[in-house]
């Protein structure tokens, strides 16, 4: 492993007592709950896409347009 992933890896998930193990491991788990979850193609968010790509938009445009109106959460 590298030198600074140690570092985060500490600075993450030492606590008042220093590095224990069992802490870390719940302090990821704590951490991958509330990661951002990839966003899944639902049917209206389908629709928008295909209403911009029909519209000439490139498919850059057509993310960026999504995330605007709040489509791509």
Do not use: F, W
């Not at 802490?23 to 966003?39: F, G, I, L, S, Y």
């Amino acid at each position: 492993m590298s030198q600074p992933t140690v570092s985060r890896e500490l600075a993450r998930n030492t606590g008042d007592r220093g590095y224990r193990h069992k802490q870390a491991q719940a302090k990821a788990m704590q951490r991958r709950q509330t990661a951002v979850k990839p966003t899944k193609m639902t049917p209206a968010m389908i629709i928008v896409i295909e209403a911009k790509l029909r519209m000439n938009g490139v498919p850059n445009r057509c993310q960026v347009g999504c995330y605007m109106i709040g489509e791509a959460d």
